[in-house]
């Protein structure tokens, strides 16, 4: 039945089985007398075709009784995979308007949230970026400050075994100003030690006059911005002002009302001058009862205010609602006070600028000179004294 099924197609048959990856074919030639079985590779199962000429009569077959149509259909067969083979790879390399519409539809969508991402992504690289600035300023900051407080230690104005380690008011609160005013007034100590060491060496070479006029109007000027910040902070705190916490201990000894005597500061200054004219001596003297006077004026206002301070101060054991009525008074003293330490620093200013113009600029130079001299030996012997205190108190221990 098998090869009668065959025997419509003349011109080509083909036997195909597989049998572990070995093919075999069946070829059957009409147009030749006998049938050739080839083998590509032969197997054990076709072995039993070797007389492959007994099926001579059972292949022959005649031409004419063929249908002709018969043999183009394998052809039309094969022809239509391989068109449709083409069709297919045809759709998937061009795919139709409708799936093109598909894919396109979304593209825009996936472009807006890319593009919103990244957008997100630099405005938070942005803000990283501020927040570590800014945390690099703190730090820069609290490192200064630390300095600082480091620098206003070493010139004595914190000490460890004083009462007055900073400023601490009678709440035991920390005022915050004050505490500026410290550090302000640490740096101005640096800058004048600094303007000092120039007139010096200024005056050591002979400079000319017209670097010697800069160098005194820069440290007249830097007395000026202490006068300036010694306001501010009466403002704040006319007590602490007045009483010279932020002085060295040695410094305070000849405090007078936040500050030194324009008297003594004369005394001290023109010792040092040399080549004093007569006219000059005679200014200066008069310069000198000029600020004795005005000294003495501020002294006995001062001591009024303070008697009258006492005064509104003090208690009846027996009066409980007066306290009130008597603190105001108190406070009103106490502004007054404040008008009284800004009196004391004008006249200091005073002096300053008046002994300036009497002197010339190489006297003015030496007298600044002397007087930076004064205050910087008066700090020295203050940290000197404390050291001294504290190695009596805590003396070294030498090992055996």
């Known amino acids: ?156 104005l914190n000490r ?9 008011g009678s709440s035991r609160t920390i005022n915050s100003e004050i505490s500026l005013f410290e550090i302000e007034y640490g740096r101005w100590i640096e800058e004048q030690d600094r303007q000092n060491q120039e007139l010096k060496n200024a005056l050591q070479n002979n400079a000319s006059d017209i670097q010697l006029h800069l160098l005194v109007e820069s440290s007249l000027n830097q007395y000026s911005n202490l006068f300036r910040m010694k306001a501010e902070a009466a403002k704040v705190d006319v007590f602490y002002l007045i009483s010279g916490a932020w002085k060295s201990s040695v410094e305070r000894l000849f405090l007078w009302i936040g500050g030194s005597r324009p008297s003594q500061i004369l005394n001290i200054v023109v010792p040092k001058l040399d080549a004093l004219t007569d006219e000059q001596m005679g200014s200066i003297n008069n310069l000198r009862l000029s600020s004795q006077q005005a000294e003495d004026a501020l002294s006995m206002g001062l001591e009024k205010l303070q008697q009258s301070m006492v005064y509104n101060i003090q208690a009846d054991p027996l009066d409980f609602g007066n306290y009130g009525l008597q603190m105001a008074y108190a406070m009103d003293k106490g502004e007054a006070l404040e008008d009284f330490v800004n009196q004391a620093d004008h006249l200091r200013e005073q002096t300053l600028l008046y002994m300036s113009r009497i002197l010339t600029i190489g006297q003015a130079a030496q007298g600044l000179l002397a007087m930076g001299e004064y205050f910087h030996r008066l700090r020295t012997l203050s940290s000197l004294w404390i050291a001294r205190s504290c190695h009596h108190f805590y003396p070294t221990r030498h090992s055996n």
């Open 1 to 156: 039945a098998f090869f009668s099924q065959c025997l419509s197609f003349p011109s080509l048959f083909v036997y195909e089985k597989n049998n572990d990856s070995t093919k075999q074919y069946l070829y059957m030639n009409s147009s030749s007398s006998t049938t050739e079985l080839v083998a590509a590779k032969r197997m054990d199962i076709y072995e039993s075709f070797h007389q492959v000429n007994l099926w001579e009569d059972s292949f022959k077959v005649d031409h004419s009784t063929l249908n002709p149509i018969s043999s183009p259909m394998l052809m039309m067969n094969s022809s239509s995979i391989e068109n449709k083979s083409e069709c297919v790879l045809h759709e998937s390399r061009e795919p139709s308007e409708d799936d093109q519409e598909i894919i396109e539809e979304p593209i825009p969508k996936v472009l807006r949230r890319q593009a919103q991402n990244r957008e997100a992504a630099r405005k938070c690289r942005l803000r990283k970026k501020a927040y570590v600035q800014q945390l690099e300023t703190s730090r820069l900051k609290l490192m200064q400050l630390e300095l600082e407080i480091e620098k206003t230690r070493k010139h004595g």
């Open 160 to 168: 460890s075994n004083s009462l007055d380690v900073g400023y601490i």
